[in-house]
C-alpha cells in the first residue's frame, strides 16, 4: 500500500498563494490517480482536485476552477496542488488521496495522508 505525506501548509492573506505537496512512498506512486481533498471545522470533507496516474486527466471542484492546478512528477513521487487568489473559504485541513481506481477517487479513495492546514486571513 502506497504512504502519503503532506506538505505546504500555512498561512496565507486573500489574494495569496501557496503550494502545497504529496510525496508517496511503498507501492509503485506513479500506478495511483491522485485528488486533494479539505475539510474546515463543522462541515464534510470535500472533494478539490484529482489527476490521474500519467497526468493526463485532471478534474477541479467548480469553486477552485481557474484558482488551483494540480500536477505530478512521477520520478519524484510528488502530485502538487498549486493554489492561487486564495479566499478565507478556503481555509480548511487538506488532505492528500490516492486510488488506483480512477471511479473512487474523486468519491472514497482507499488511502489519505494525515493532511496539512491551509488558513486564508482576511
Known amino acids: 500500500q502506497v504512504q502519503l505525506a503532506e506538505s505546504g501548509g500555512g498561512l496565507v492573506q486573500t489574494g495569496g498563494s501557496l503550494r502545497l505537496s504529496c510525496v508517496g512512498s511503498?507501492?509503485?506512486?506513479?500506478?495511483?490517480?491522485v485528488a486533494w481533498f479539505r475539510q474546515s471545522p463543522g462541515k464534510e470533507r470535500e472533494f478539490v482536485a484529482a489527476?490521474?496516474?500519467?497526468?493526463?486527466?485532471?478534474e477541479y471542484v467548480d469553486s477552485v476552477q481557474g484558482r488551483f492546478t494540480i500536477f505530478r512528477n512521477n520520478a519524484k513521487s510528488t502530485v502538487s496542488l498549486q493554489m492561487n487568489s486564495l479566499e478565507p473559504e478556503d481555509t480548511a485541513m487538506y488532505f492528500c488521496?490516492?486510488?488506483?481506481?480512477?471511479?473512487?477517487?474523486?468519491?472514497?479513495?482507499?488511502?489519505w495522508g494525515q493532511g496539512t492546514l491551509v488558513t486564508v486571513s482576511s
Open positions: 488521496a490516492a486510488d488506483m481506481n480512477w471511479g473512487r477517487i474523486t468519491s472514497n479513495p482507499r488511502t
Open positions: 511503498g507501492q509503485t506512486f506513479s500506478d495511483h490517480n
Open positions: 489527476i490521474s496516474w500519467n497526468g493526463r486527466d485532471a
